[in-house]
């Protein structure tokens, strides 16, 4: 049981919750984790995450706000249900990162930060997410697909669309 | 999935476990996991730091930084509880070998987690990982809780009377929270801009208690140095660059791949032996040795040894390891346009040389690019580039300024014919049509 009534969340990140808190000295520690697995829940961070999140940690909804402003991660709109994010940076551009952004762009019919009009793809070119000595690289949702070509990205948006693809949580 | 490489030349050290299931706790406890932190216990404090300092191990998170020496300013007595802060936030361009480690060898780092707790006296350490990095989370959550599980964590550690508890959480995408202050403030709950220094974080850190904070790879080195010895690690390096590192090298190489090599290792070598070569028989161009925010080389001068006096020596900086290379078809301008448009991007807006000066640096390199530059704009970056220098709270303003200043010093006849070649027929861009297309 949650400590917080009428919880947005679904009883499994509520307890998650409940349980973060108490994991730091300060319980405002909690905050960019909430932030981001509220997002992962809900969508993005939406209004209602950001009023309960600010009563679960004694903070004003100004305080949570400024936090949420400051990360590339967070949102305040929805994406796509599979949010591919094209890196672009050096060590992928020099393997053809460009390229395979332009490949998604082309393929999905939306440009950096649109979402499909069927809601389940949106695309984000992205700064270096750590996967450089397996470039180009990009991740949907949290998964990493690397040493990509423009017929491997086929496959991997294939596999997403007929929901078979991992989604890492 | 990182695929893992291999080749003579390297030293398996840190890599030692990598693919070999050690993600295990009990493929872990097989290969001599957990051993060293008892030795730490029983041994104590002041042999941990001893062993440190012996080993000559610097940071590798990129200042290098001897690790026992920055232990050792830890006070012995404080009323604020003390703190380990593992800084597994990677995030400069070219850099991935924290990545394989917490994917490899996870128990690795909550045992040198662990052995830092105890060289400070410290009960609870945090291990930070970058947002992105969900999966790999995932992989140190599980391999702590197993640490819980076996009672290798948690009150009375290895009956020692000691108590020492881990919490590991992710970032939510910000290149600036890999900077030790910007960290803890985002560790706090904060929008991760940096703290002004002093107080050093040893003194006044996390929760303004005295805190450590080290690079993943940093700590994960400590249990191989507790059982292998201070001095044993210390000759597999150079002269005061002790052991190995791992060298994630990138770009236009046949086989790129992290690689474990001694510190001091040539860097020519490095990327034609080791990583076969230039991709596709092409001529070298440049060689970015540390991550982005290392000053270039150019192909006459990578005969270098990689450790961090050679490389400063060399005018540039050994970093996070991260060697990116680019052959002879990378245009120099738009590489460097690349790179200050991320700083651009990331600079968090504290300090203004730094927020103004990466803006105006990438507006300048934009229009250059674009075909609208004249050749004032090249001195005009350099300008704009030295007056970033020194003067930020961290640094990432001195990160967005050193490439820069590498490539338009280095590169400059490239700019300039750059400009001259786009000149006829382009329009020249303004920076006010340049706000509105970016």
């Known amino acids: 049981m949650s400590e917080i009534a009428n919880s947005i969340f679904t009883p499994e990140t509520a307890a ?154 | 999935m990182p695929t893992l490489v291999s080749h003579p030349d390297e030293v398996k050290v840190i890599s030692s476990r990598f693919g070999q299931g050690a993600a295990d706790i009990e493929k872990y406890l097989e290969l001599d996991g957990y051993k060293a932190v008892q030795k730490a216990i029983a041994e104590g404090p002041d042999w941990i730091i001893n062993t440190m300092k012996a080993s000559g191990l610097r940071g590798r998170g990129g200042a290098g930084f001897p690790t026992g020496m920055k232990w050792s300013f830890v006070p012995k007595q404080s009323e604020k509880p003390k703190y380990v802060l593992v800084n597994g936030d990677e995030s400069e361009p070219g850099t991935c070998k924290d990545h394989v480690i917490f994917l490899h060898d996870p128990h690795a780092v909550i045992e040198g987690t662990m052995i830092a707790g105890l060289a400070i006296g410290a009960k609870m350490g945090f291990i ?139 860097l020519k070598k490095a990327i034609y032996d080791v990583a076969g070569g230039i991709r596709g028989g092409k001529k070298l161009k440049a060689v970015v040795p540390g991550g982005s925010s290392c000053p270039v080389l150019l192909p006459e001068e990578i005969d270098v040894g990689l450790d961090f006096d050679q490389m400063g020596k060399a005018g540039t900086m050994l970093g996070s390891g991260g060697i990116v290379v680019l052959d002879e078809t990378v245009s120099i301008v738009e590489f460097a346009l690349r790179t200050i448009a991320f700083y651009q991007h990331e600079s968090c807006g504290w300090c203004i040389p730094c927020r103004e000066g990466t803006d105006w640096i990438k507006k300048t390199l934009t229009r250059v690019y674009s075909g609208g530059g004249s050749k004032k704009d090249v001195a005009n970056v350099q300008y704009l580039a030295e007056n970033m220098m020194g003067r930020t709270f961290c640094p990432l303003g001195d990160a967005a300024a050193m490439p820069t200043l590498g490539f338009v010093k280095k590169f400059r006849k490239e700019f300039e014919d750059y400009i001259e070649g786009h000149k006829a027929g382009t329009p020249i861009i303004t920076v006010e049509q340049l706000v509105g297309a970016h």
Request: with cysteine.
């Open chain 2, 128 to 266: 930070y990982l970058r947002g992105e990095y969900r999966y790999l989370l995932k992989i140190m959550e599980k391999a702590v809780a197993d640490a819980y599980a076996k009672g290798f964590l948690g009150k009375n550690i290895f009956g020692s009377g000691l108590d020492f508890d881990i919490v590991t959480q992710t970032g939510a995408g910000a290149y600036e929270v890999g900077e030790e202050s910007a960290l803890m403030e985002s560790l706090e709950g904060k929008r991760g801009v940096p703290r002004i220094k002093p107080p050093f974080p040893a003194v006044v850190g996390l929760y303004g208690g005295p805190t450590v904070i080290n690079n993943a790879e940093t700590i994960a080195s400590a249990p191989h140095i507790l059982l292998m010895g201070g001095e044993a690690y210390a000759k597999i390096g150079s002269e005061r660059n002790g052991g190995t590192r791992l060298f994630g090298i990138s770009g236009h190489v046949e086989r790129p791949g992290v690689y474990e090599l001694p510190m001091g290792y040539n």
């Open chain 1, 16 to 169: 998650r919750f409940d349980r973060l808190v108490t994991l730091y000295p300060v319980k405002r520690s909690a905050l960019v984790p909430m932030l981001l697995y509220a997002q992962d829940e809900v969508g993005y961070v939406s209004d209602a995450v950001v009023t309960e999140i600010a009563e679960r940690l004694d903070l004003m909804e100004l305080d949570v706000r400024n936090v949420l402003s400051y990360y590339s991660m967070l949102r305040t709109k929805p994406a796509g249900k599979y949010n591919v994010q094209v890196c672009t940076n050096i060590s992928c551009m020099l393997r053809g990162g460009y390229e395979i952004l332009d490949h998604c762009k082309h393929k999905l019919g939306i440009g950096h930060k649109e979402v499909t009009a069927d809601k389940l793809f949106s695309l984000e070119e992205v700064e270096c997410i750590g996967a450089c000595c397996w470039a180009p690289a990009m991740q949907v949702n949290y998964d990493f697909h690397d040493n990509l070509t423009t017929v491997k990205v086929d496959e991997i948006l294939e596999t997403y669309r007929a929901g078979k693809g991992k989604d890492v949580k």
